[in-house]
């Protein structure tokens, strides 16, 4: 849009569908003790990254800039249903008719989600083409963590001398380059499981005199 300054935008993703079909006939060992058994299982993975990236150079006598700052996203989506069932009066429907069977198997259904946001931003100064600096910083933020914990902010900063450009170096023969450097900063993690910031709980069930009642139980108190 200007001059010394680009822009990029990108967007990413991966797609991965997957369906199992069983079907163990009534001709085999299991089929015939069950009389015939049927499952299906469907997987949906849906991953999807965002960068906004926008670079500044800027060259005015002996100093030159390099500034960076941008936005990116990432959001991934799992899902998976399964169900299944026994005792066919017939093979013929295969897996294509899991009602057509007398005893059911307890559908199973499963749906996890994360996102990652971030906003970055660098400074390169370069000096004489030999002393250069650079301030790096990241504000991210993940659905892994909990309230009040989810952001943090990540700086660093590198300092570096090119010490073989230097006039007193030009009789040293044996060295064709040499730079001098030191850097600071601080990363994080976000690799903590999936909703293990959150108190979860698992499905159970509870016999009540001469039935059967669904309820829950505790898996996890734990807060981060």
């Known amino acids: 849009p200007i001059k010394d300054l680009s822009i990029k935008f990108s967007v990413g993703g991966d797609l991965r569908n997957r369906k199992n079909y069983y079907y163990d006939p009534t001709t085999t060992q299991y089929g015939r003790l069950s009389n015939g058994s049927a499952s299906l299982n469907i997987y949906d993975n849906t991953y999807v990254i965002n960068e906004n990236i926008a670079t500044y150079k800027k060259e005015i006598g002996r100093h030159r800039f390099n500034v960076v700052g941008g936005f990116t996203y990432e959001q991934e989506i799992y899902e998976r249903l399964g169900a299944g069932s026994t005792d066919f009066f017939t093979?013929?429907?295969?897996?294509?008719?899991?009602?057509?069977?007398?005893?059911?198997?307890?559908?199973?259904?499963?749906?996890?989600?994360?996102?990652?946001?971030?906003?970055?931003?660098?400074?390169?100064?370069?000096?004489?083409?030999?002393?250069?600096?650079?301030?790096?910083?990241?504000?991210?933020?993940?659905?892994?963590?909990?309230?009040?914990?989810?952001?943090?902010?990540?700086?660093?900063?590198?300092?570096?001398?090119?010490?073989?450009?230097?006039?007193?170096?030009?009789?040293?023969?044996?060295?064709?380059?040499?730079?001098?450097?030191?850097?600071?900063?601080?990363?994080?993690?976000?690799?903590?499981?999936?909703?293990n910031s959150m108190a979860t709980f698992n499905l159970a069930n509870y016999p009540i005199g001469n039935a059967i009642a669904s309820g829950v139980a505790a898996l996890s108190l734990i807060h981060i």
């Open 91 to 195: 093979d013929a429907f295969l897996y294509n008719n899991l009602g057509a069977a007398t005893t059911f198997d307890t559908p199973q259904s499963a749906k996890t989600k994360w996102s990652l946001a971030s906003g970055l931003g660098r400074i390169n100064y370069v000096l004489d083409g030999k002393y250069l600096l650079t301030a790096t910083g990241r504000y991210d933020g993940s659905s892994k963590f909990g309230e009040g914990n989810k952001w943090g902010f990540f700086p660093s900063f590198a300092g570096a001398w090119r010490i073989s450009e230097e006039a007193f170096m030009e009789d040293i023969s044996w060295l064709t380059y040499g730079k001098i450097r030191a850097s600071w900063g601080e990363v994080g993690n976000q690799n903590i499981g999936l909703y």
